[in-house]
């Protein structure tokens, strides 16, 4: 079983930046990929970005492309999401994700979210 902890969300105004971590826990045998998705209100929970074990391999939304970086520690289990230039339309809840394997599939483990809120 593996456990996924968010943190580092907050309250920002528009074109501010904030870092959202993740810590992994549990039976994390390598490789396992992680990735991030959001949900903003009154909408579907949408793909954000996602990295490789490695690290060499990165996937991103085209609503957050050029503005956001992921990466991760693997020493650490964790993963972190750079966010920056950040609009109010970037609100949201945001989970972090676990899933088995460098390979595109659904999704083993969630996190519970950390609220993200741009003020305009």
């Known amino acids: 079983q593996v456990q996924l902890v968010e943190s580092g969300g907050g309250l920002v105004q528009a074109g501010g930046s904030l870092r959202l971590s993740c810590a992994a826990s549990?039976?994390?045998?390598?490789?396992?990929?992680m990735g991030w998705f959001r949900q903003a209100p009154g909408k579907e929970r949408e793909f954000a970005a996602a990295?490789?074990?490695?690290?060499?391999?990165?996937y991103y939304a085209d609503s957050v492309k050029d503005r956001f970086t992921i990466s991760r520690d693997n020493a650490k289990n964790t993963v972190y999401l750079q966010m920056n230039s950040l609009k109010p339309e970037d609100t949201a809840l945001y989970y972090c994700?676990?899933?088995?394997?460098?390979?595109?599939?659904?999704?083993?483990?969630w996190g519970q979210g950390t609220q993200v809120t741009v003020s305009s």
């Open positions: 990295i490789s074990w490695s690290g060499g391999t990165t």
């Open positions: 549990g039976r994390t045998f390598s490789p396992y990929t």
């Open positions: 994700a676990f899933r088995w394997g460098n390979h595109a599939r659904a999704y083993d483990y």
